[in-house]
């Protein structure tokens, strides 16, 4: 009763999507025909598997469906075949018969009542069933072939109860198989009567091709509207969850992200893209140098390009190419040094800077001071003042101890990294004495270096 609940909402369900729809005519094929070819085996007074012997004839059919909805079709078809059986207590056996079916069926998709999560699929199961009318005629013999009774040509109802399948090949031709019970209403149908039977029925399983009538892409037994309505829902679940989840919890709904799986605490634009205040190509949080000059070549941790490796960037460079270890200026220019030896010559070498309160040297620091140790390598006789310097936010001692702990860690990197000789350094500090930036506590918080032969 359940069961038959369900198909009838569904059915109704179906009608009125299509008639809200604007008729399915409009959007889908609802017209198709096809044929079958298959055996026919009697299971009545006579009985095609035998005791004695098999009459499994063939048997042939064609057939024209209309759809009315997803659910529901109605189908004409015709068929034709012979009939053959036999039954040992009877005596009798029928060899030479014919059929000539002519029925109307309802066709249930199956696949197509209820929700299955899928808005497409390419099989189909469905049940038959209606009424018709059927013309046969037979002749049956005594197993010695004798004694010959002719049924002469009868016009009978008929009740046809299947089950098929269907798979969609393409959107225009279908594959089915099927199996078929033919109730016959009269007790002639094989020729032999019986008062065991007042009814006879014969099978009739084949395969067939369908071709779909129409010039739309679908044809609508290949739909489920209640798939098509589940699936619009997830969509609509899944676009609302876009506007309101963050995945990357960036303050960017992942509708809009176009960026949606940067690092936490990544800082970004409205669109969800990390930010680039310099605009040259790396991203803040991986950008060692985040604010250099636009429109300058950097490398890919965002520091401005040194290609002759001077500690001068390429876009103040005046000697772009000046031989590796060469001494220079602030603006890239060589610097030769005094020949009588033991005057200071004033000269560029490139800063090291810290964070507060730290004398780490820091991954940021480290081009610059291979500069410094290619420069020194350079220059076997250079020795170099390396000066701490503080921001003037501490105490004073403290600042002169922390600068000295700066310079400290400068020389103790160009020692254990490039294997420099500890008497070609001279540390000292100046704390916060000299504010080379005033405001800017960042570029104050260094170590500076002082040439000498």
Not at 327 to 332: M, Q
Request: net charge negative.
């Amino acid at each position: 009763m359940k069961k038959t609940i369900i198909l009838l909402c569904t059915l109704f369900a179906t009608t009125t999507f299509a008639q809200r729809g604007g008729g399915l005519s409009s959007k889908y094929n609802t017209l198709s025909g096809g044929v079958s070819l298959g055996n026919i085996y009697v299971d009545s007074d006579l009985k095609s598997f035998g005791e004695t012997n098999n009459y499994i004839k063939f048997g042939f059919g064609a057939f024209v469906t209309k759809q009315f909805n997803s659910v529901f079709g109605l189908q004409a078809e015709v068929l034709y075949g012979q009939i053959g059986g036999e039954r040992v207590v009877l005596n009798r056996q029928v060899d030479e018969g014919r059929l000539i079916s002519t029925n109307l069926s309802g066709l249930i998709y199956l696949t197509n009542i209820g929700v299955t999560g899928n808005k497409s699929h390419d099989f189909n199961l469905y049940l038959k069933f209606g009424f018709g009318l059927i013309n046969f005629e037979s002749t049956t013999t005594n197993f010695s072939g004798n004694n010959p009774q002719i049924q002469p040509s009868t016009v009978e109802l008929e009740i046809p109860l299947g089950i098929g399948a269907r798979y969609r090949f393409n959107e225009r031709f279908d594959f089915e198989a099927a199996v078929t019970m033919h109730s016959v209403f009269g007790d002639g149908f094989d020729g032999a009567n019986s008062t065991a039977s007042e009814s006879d029925k014969f099978f009739y399983s084949s395969l067939g091709v369908v071709y779909k009538f129409g010039k739309k892409s679908k044809s609508i037994e290949w739909t489920n509207p209640l798939d098509d309505m589940h699936s619009d829902i997830k969509k609509v679940r899944a676009d609302f969850d876009g506007i309101t989840n963050d995945t990357d919890g960036d303050g960017v709904a992942d509708l809009m992200d176009k960026e949606p799986d940067t690092k936490e605490g990544t800082v970004v634009d409205g669109s969800g893209r990390a930010l680039d205040v310099d605009a040259d190509g790396v991203p803040d949080y991986q950008d060692v140098d985040p604010y250099t000059p636009r429109g300058v070549a950097v490398d890919n941790t965002g520091r401005e390009k040194d290609t002759d490796k001077d500690g001068v960037p390429d876009s103040k460079d005046l000697e772009p190419e000046t031989t590796v270890g060469s001494l220079v200026n602030f603006e890239g220019r060589t610097i030769k040094l005094n020949s009588g030896g033991g005057a200071p010559v004033e000269s560029y070498l490139p800063s090291i800077f810290f964070r507060i309160s730290s004398a780490s040297v820091d991954f940021s620091n480290f081009q610059r001071l291979s500069t410094v140790a290619m420069i020194m390598n350079a220059n076997p006789n250079l020795k170099l003042r390396v000066i701490g310097f503080t921001d003037a936010t501490g105490p004073e001692e403290f600042n002169l101890n922390l600068g000295k702990s700066r310079a400290g860690s400068v020389v103790r990197h160009l020692i254990d990294v490039y294997g420099i000789d500890e008497s070609r350094f001279i540390v000292e500090t100046r704390g916060e004495e000299d504010q080379f930036a005033k405001g800017v506590n960042s570029l104050n918080r260094r170590v500076d270096f002082k040439v000498f032969k």
